[in-house]
């Protein structure tokens, strides 16, 4: 079935510095890739997504950089803060059927003032 | 706020009762959403809604699960005789539209004991 893997499982950085999350899709067929942070006692909230067409996307701090061929994907975030500090999901879709979301296992990211 | 609400956000129950939760998606969103999270899991699908018809059903829905969406506004999601393993996070989450951002709300954790 459809899987997605992410690494690392947790993450700790200086204020200031960037954070990289990868993420590996099974689905060749995946073609919607959303991130999600996800902070305690709180549901997943998107920060940015990406779709197959393109290969990266940026806003403000936060890129995610797609590698269809690879099957990779990559959350980037730079000059990170402590508010940065919290669980981070990729997750892949496709369009045939329904779009449901199969996410990976999570990053806990933390930011050290 | 206009966002995705669950009720009851906690729920505590002895094994081998019924529990049910509530989900009022974001007003006009058609599609919606039921996921499973459990501690330092990412969210697992369970089943999906297009306006008041499910239209797919994850195999972790057991034939103890049973879910609604009468008229195509709020859901409600059943679980009849818990069992301990049904402990876990329950997220409800809408869309607009296919591979739109699906927003989450906040949850409903369930504890069995």
């Known amino acids: 079935g459809e899987n997605v893997e992410q690494h690392p499982s947790t993450l700790s950085v200086q204020e200031g510095d960037s954070a990289v999350i990868k993420c590996t899709y099974s689905d060749s067929a995946s073609n919607y890739f959303p991130w999600y942070k996800q902070e305690l006692g709180k549901g997943p909230q998107l920060i940015i997504d990406?779709?197959?067409?393109?290969g990266e996307k940026k806003d403000q701090r936060i890129a995610v950089t797609l590698n269809k061929t690879a099957k990779h994907f990559s959350l980037h975030i730079t000059e990170t803060q402590p508010e940065d500090s919290a669980v981070y999901f990729c997750a892949a879709s496709t369009s045939y059927n329904t779009d449901k979301l199969i996410f990976g296992t999570g990053t806990r990211l933390q930011v050290f003032p | 706020d206009t966002g995705v609400s669950q009720d009851p956000r906690h729920k505590i129950t002895k094994r081998g009762q019924n529990v049910t939760f509530r989900c009022d998606p974001i007003?006009?969103?058609?599609?919606l959403y039921w996921y499973r999270q459990t501690l330092g899991q990412g969210p697992e699908f369970l089943t999906y809604?297009?306006?008041?018809?499910?239209?797919?059903k994850s195999r972790l829905l057991s034939d103890r699960f049973s879910a609604e969406r009468p008229k195509g506004s709020f859901s409600t999601l059943e679980i009849q005789r818990t069992e301990q393993g049904d402990s876990a996070m329950y997220l409800c989450?809408?869309?607009?539209?296919?591979?739109?951002?699906?927003?989450f709300g906040p949850g409903t954790r369930l504890t069995v004991l």
């Open positions: 990406i779709r197959s067409n393109v």
């Open positions: 007003s006009e969103h058609n599609r």
């Open positions: 989450a809408s869309s607009l539209r296919l591979l739109g951002e699906q927003f």
């Open positions: 809604f297009q306006n008041e018809a499910q239209l797919e």
